[in-house]
Nanobody, 115 residues
Framework: QVQLVESGGGLVQPGGSLRLSCAAP????????MGWYRQAPGKQRELVAS???????NYADSVKGRFTISRDSAKNTVYLEMNSLKPGDTAVYYC?????????WGKGTLVTVSS
């Protein structure tokens, strides 16, 4: 069973910042496309950002310029740096590792943006 472990969620005021972390097994981290998804109450899960093995990134239009996905290979960890947070960013954020038809998910971490 592949375990992806997220951390870093919490309550933050509008305009604030948070950094999410996702620790993955080394073989997964090295070979899979790593991504962050989110699911707000009553909405479908959506892609926030992804990072391919070669380093190319992809972002949802709603977070471009505010969120940054990155990786630390020494720690087998993927990060999501979130700045200028808005109430609309409130959601459970999930880490995902994907390779062809294989896909693994973390349990999620809650981010609440509220004053």
């Amino acid at each position: 069973q592949v375990q992806l472990v997220e951390s870093g969620g919490g309550l933050v005021q509008p305009g604030g910042s948070l950094r999410l972390s996702c620790a993955a097994p080394g073989n997964i981290f090295s070979n899979y496309v790593m991504g962050w998804y989110r699911q707000a109450p009553g909405k479908q899960r959506e892609l926030v950002a992804s990072l391919a093995r070669g380093g190319s990134t992809n972002y949802a239009d709603s977070v471009k310029g505010r969120f940054t996905i990155s990786r630390d290979s020494a720690k087998n960890t993927v990060y999501l740096e979130m700045n200028s947070l808005k109430p609309g960013d409130t959601a459970v954020y999930y880490c995902n590792a994907r390779l062809f038809s294989m896909s693994y998910w973390g349990k999620g971490t809650l981010v609440t943006v509220s004053s």
